[in-house]
């Protein structure tokens, strides 16, 4: 159950609130809301925790049970108990819907072109090469920068990381991956061709920045290919490799097998 729920989360479509969560000693934390979901919408924030479900507490639950209460049919209502710093906890009723993840979004002011990449979902590599078509044709040909928003972004899969890296690099390391043996190190690399051809860019993060935002940062930082602007992002730079058991018939083992680095060598864990 918990493989088939991975394999969906990856493909960016389920019936749920759009939050993505962490377990923070026992309790759910929020690590971001996906914008545009009935979490996002209620103002659930990165950094609440939730305590209960339709009034029955889910700390102590594993992070799986307690993120399968919160999935379900869509037009089925839940009411979730927020605990947030400096507030008495509070509830909110949400409605859940089916959650159509769209990771890319992109708009102009001026001449800048302003794309907010949500989740690095399966959609992400060609959705940011779709949102840099639309902001050229939106400034006539004139895009003179673009400001990168992946603030809130918690991460996802690495290959579309290498790609969104990529569409703003002109070859060369994005990220490196190193195990526990020296010489198990792994480096990936950027396809030739800057999508924007040395445009100026800005890359905004914040504390819910996570994994694949993290590298996409970092390597744009450390290639000197963009100004990074905001705070210490959250810092997930480990490796998670999903080895199927009969092909996926007994479900997969997830295992921690390496961290990641950014091009100048910084390990983002932590």
């Known amino acids: 159950e918990e ?5 969906v989360q990856t493909r960016g479509e389920y019936g749920g609130l759009g939050i993505e969560v962490t ?3 026992g309790v759910v934390k ?4 996906i914008d545009d979901t009935p979490a996002a919408r209620a103002g659930i924030q990165a950094g609440d925790y939730l305590t209960a479900i339709d009034g029955q507490t889910i700390v102590g639950l594993s992070l799986n049970e307690a993120v399968s209460r919160m ?3 869509a037009g089925t209502k839940i009411n979730i108990t927020v605990a947030r710093e400096g507030q008495e906890p509070f509830d909110v009723e949400l409605t859940r819907e089916i959650i159509n993840v769209r990771a890319v979004t992109a708009r102009v002011d001026g001449t800048i072109g302003i794309i907010r990449i949500s989740t690095f979902n399966e959609r992400a590599a060609s959705g940011l090469q779709e949102a840099i078509r639309t902001v050229r044709a939106q400034t006539n040909g004139r895009l003179s920068g673009v400001v990168l928003d992946l603030r809130n972004n918690p991460g996802g899969l690495l290959d579309q990381a290498v790609d969104v890296s990529g569409a703003f690099l002109d070859g060369g390391e994005v990220v490196s991956t190193r195990g526990r043996q020296p010489d198990d190190v792994q480096r990936y690399n950027a396809d030739r061709g800057d999508l924007l051809q040395g445009v100026p860019v800005v890359v905004l993060i914040n504390g819910a920045s996570a994994s694949a935002a993290e590298i996409v940062a970092g390597a744009l930082h450390d290639r000197n290919r963009a100004l990074i602007v905001g705070v210490t992002s959250f810092g997930k730079g480990s490796v998670q490799t999903v080895i199927p058991l009969q092909g996926g018939r ?4 997830r295992l921690t097998t390496a961290r990641y680095y950014t091009p100048s060598g910084q390990s983002i864990q932590g």
């Open 23 to 25: 377990m923070d000693d």
């Open 3 to 7: 493989y088939r729920d991975m394999q």
């Open 250 to 253: 007994d479900g997969a083992l």
């Open 71 to 73: 999935r379900g049919q």
């Open 30 to 33: 929020v690590v971001s809301p």
